[in-house]
T-cell receptor
Framework: KNEVEQSPQNLTAQEGEFITINCSYS?????LHWLQQHPGGGIVSLFM???GKKKHGRLIATINIQEKHSSLHITASHPRDSAVYIC???????????FGTGTRLQVFP | DSGVTQTPKHLITATGQRVTLRCSPR?????VYWYQQSLDQGLQFLIQ???????AKGNILERFSAQQFPDLHSELNLSSLELGDSALYFC???????????????FGPGTRLTVL
């Protein structure tokens, strides 16, 4: 069993829909990261969370430390949101990241 | 633009060869991380350097080595290359390397290595 599990693996949406991507992990963590990888390959850091909730524009990330679960929400999705979204956890007392397998999101106009 | 630079962008080489990938961290960042992204293994942590010293090691093969120089740029050396080493190699940097510190990591654009 992977230490970081993401669901769904693939997601298709119509423009304007509300999107949720889930991440569960099984190790103690210092922080959880949400990353975005576009088709060109580049990786962008979206959020780093250690508790609660963060919002940036149409993106919202939440984490529940007790349940070892995080969600990434995209409100009013847009075709430019099409990318792979990767959850990564920073294991407790280290800096190394353990990655989920990613969720491929396609948003159609 | 994350401020992290990697060269080269693409590298095509043959089995058995040796290559060097280069990474320059964001100005002021002391930690550099190397990651490998292959089709079958996904993203994996290879190694971390902090201010010139190795800080943490992950799934890095013995054929691979890295170092961080006094100007904080880092190089990842891959030798005796095999077909399975074909992957995207990313470096990332963060401000500190304090173990368990909650530092955002900024990723470079990656180097795509193809071994033929």
């Amino acid at each position: 069993k992977n230490e970081v599990e993401q669901s769904p693996q693939n997601l298709t949406a119509q423009e304007g829909e509300f999107i949720t991507i889930n991440c569960s992990y099984s190790v103690g963590i210092s922080a959880l990261h949400w990353l975005q990888q576009h088709p060109g390959g580049g990786i962008v850091s979206l959020f780093m969370l250690s508790s609660g909730k963060k919002k940036h524009g149409r993106l919202i990330a939440t984490i529940n430390i007790q349940e070892k679960h995080s969600s990434l929400h995209i409100t009013a999705s847009h075709p430019r949101d099409s990318a792979v979204y990767i959850c990564a956890v920073q294991a407790y007392n280290t800096d190394k990241l353990i990655f989920g397998t990613g969720t491929r999101l396609q948003v159609f106009p | 633009d994350s401020g992290v630079t990697q060269t080269p962008k693409h590298l095509i080489t043959a089995t058995g060869q040796r290559v060097t990938l280069r990474c320059s961290p964001r100005s002021g960042d002391l930690s550099v991380y190397w990651y490998q992204q292959s089709l079958d293994q996904g993203l994996q942590f290879l190694i971390q350097y902090y201010n010139g010293e190795e800080r943490a090691k992950g799934n890095i093969l013995e054929r691979f080595s890295a170092q961080q120089f006094p100007d904080l740029h880092s190089e990842l050396n891959l030798s005796s290359l095999e077909l399975g080493d074909s992957a995207l190699y990313f470096c990332a940097s963060s401000v500190s390397g304090r173990a368990g510190g909650r530092d955002e990591q900024f990723f470079g654009p990656g180097t795509r290595l193809t071994v033929l």
